[in-house]
């Protein structure tokens, strides 16, 4: 069964620091995807970033980067220089479908509540 | 382009009432997915509709229903409330819901049942 693990359940850090956020999942299929999404306190879910099986190529995105290694089964998330604007929740999601034309459902992890303090 | 909108934002309720939430996609999406968030169970997908019908469905009770209309709006409706329902409903919104498509979210609907 698709399974998402975030291990860490809250980090705090002081504000200009470097985090990672784990996340490891498991699944069957060959073929599927790998999301970050961001809620902050306000609640809507922000998506960050959608990775596929086959690519494993790491993703910079201005602060943000992905690690994905499928050997290890994990899409790590790290923060540059964290600012206090970073403070959320963050979750790591994997799509679950049957085949690729039918409709998919996330599997979210339990997230990770990171502080940033100033 | 305004991105999905859910209403209302947030709801009170008694045991036992019933209920029904709204959501309206981004334009042009044409899938919505609902998921329920609760601080013990975390994030569980509830269905999934996609040009009026309902393609993927949640381990959740019958009480939880929902439909969508041709304009691709939808509404989640829970009947027969129980404490437990208390939760913030989350819709997403994607082009046709394949594997390739992302969900974007809504602000979600906190409902507090009493």
């Known amino acids: 069964a698709q399974k998402v693990t975030q291990a860490q359940t809250e980090i705090s850090v002081v504000e200009k620091e470097d985090v990672t956020l784990d996340c490891v999942y498991e699944t069957r299929d060959t073929t599927y995807y790998l999301f970050w999404y961001k809620q902050p306190p306000s609640g809507e879910l922000v998506f960050l970033i959608r990775?596929?099986?086959?690519?494993?190529q790491n993703e910079i995105s201005g602060r943000y980067s992905w690690n994905f290694q499928k050997s290890t089964s994990s899409f790590n998330f790290t923060i540059t220089a964290s600012q206090v604007v970073d403070s959320a929740v963050y979750f790591c999601?994997?799509?679950?479908?049957?085949?690729?034309?039918?409709?998919?459902?996330?599997?979210f992890g339990s997230g990770t509540r990171l502080l940033v303090r100033p | 382009k305004a991105g999905v909108t859910q209403t209302p934002r947030y709801l009170i309720k008694t045991r036992g009432q019933q209920v029904t939430l709204s959501c309206s996609p981004i334009?042009?999406?044409?899938?919505v997915s609902w998921y329920q968030q609760t601080p013990g169970q975390g994030l569980q997908f509830l269905f999934e509709y996609f040009s009026e019908t309902q393609r993927n469905k949640g381990n959740f009770p019958g009480r939880f229903s929902g439909r969508q209309f041709s304009n691709s709006r939808s509404e989640m409706n829970v009947s027969t409330l129980e404490l437990g329902d208390s939760a913030l409903y989350l819709c997403?919104?994607?082009?046709?819901?394949?594997?390739?498509?992302?969900?974007?979210f809504g602000p979600g609907t906190r409902l507090t049942v009493l």
């Open positions: 999601a994997l799509s679950e479908a049957h085949d690729m034309d039918s409709s998919y459902k996330l599997i």
């Open positions: 997403a919104s994607s082009l046709r819901g394949g594997h390739t498509d992302t969900q974007y």
């Open positions: 990775r596929n099986s086959f690519d494993e």
């Open positions: 334009s042009g999406h044409r899938s």
